[in-house]
Structure formats: structure tokens, C-alpha cells
Nanobody, 127 residues
Framework: QVQLVESGGGLVQPGGSLRLSCTAS????????VGWFRQAPGKAREGISC????????YYADSVKGRFAISRDASKNTVYLQMDRLTPEDTGVYYC????????????????????WGQGTQVTVSS
């Protein structure tokens, strides 16, 4: 079965950190461009970080640049999103998705993914 599973969300205080995981089953994640997307309450889903590691291509939305870092572990078929210095504005449901390596990380994050979406993982930043 082909699927992506997001995990690692939770409740964290402002200034704290979380690491999200996106694990693939049924296919090899390294063969695809991978992105993290966020849907805040009452807002549209937005691409916040995307990676095409084979091309050394990464994209970060301005809202997370310098605080978030995307990385891969091919041996675990997993992509991570390290989130530091979290603020209440980072609250939302976080999803991962894949795209073809023929496009750029910027394109995936700004246009969105065509495939199906997983359940996502909830991140709540609150004191």
C-alpha cells in the first residue's frame, strides 16, 4: 500500500522545538521531491518547506526561514522537519506530500501536490 504517514506533532510552548517525521511505505521516498505543508485554523494550506535532495534544491517559506530545517534519511525512507523557535503562528495541521523530481522545490511548495494527502499531524504552540 502506497502511503505517507506524518508524526511528531504535539503541544509545545512558544520558543520550543518539535521534529516532524514523514515516513513512506510502498515506495521509495528518495525518488521524489518531498514537501511539508501547513494548514492553520481558518486558512488555506500552504507549502512551508520542500526538498529535492538529489539536486541540492530546498525551499523555505519566509515565515519559517531560519527556524525550520528539512532533511532526509534514505535508510528510514523518511523526511524530517525540524522546527525551532516555534510561535503561536506555527499552529496548524502539518502534512507531507511528494512531487516529481522534474519540478523545483519552490514549485512543489507554491503549487501544491497533485496526489492524495495523509492525515497530517497537529502542532499547537501555546503557553
Amino acid at each position: 500500500q502506497v502511503q505517507l504517514v506524518e508524526s511528531g506533532g504535539g503541544l509545545v510552548q512558544p520558543g520550543g522545538s518539535l521534529r516532524l517525521s514523514c515516513t513512506a511505505s510502498g515506495f521509495t521516498l528518495a525518488n521524489f521531491l518531498v514537501g511539508w505543508f501547513r494548514q492553520a485554523p481558518g486558512k488555506a494550506r500552504e507549502g512551508i518547506s520542500c526538498i529535492n535532495s538529489g539536486a541540492g534544491d530546498e525551499y523555505y517559506a519566509d515565515s519559517v526561514k531560519g527556524r525550520f530545517a528539512i532533511s532526509r534519511d534514505a535508510s528510514k525512507n523518511t523526511v524530517y522537519l525540524q522546527m525551532d523557535r516555534l510561535t503561536p503562528e506555527d499552529t496548524g495541521v502539518y502534512y507531507c506530500a511528494v512531487g516529481p523530481r522534474s519540478i523545483t522545490a519552490y514549485a512543489l511548495c507554491t503549487r501544491g501536490a497533485d496526489g492524495s494527502w495523509g492525515q497530517g499531524t497537529q502542532v499547537t504552540v501555546s503557553s
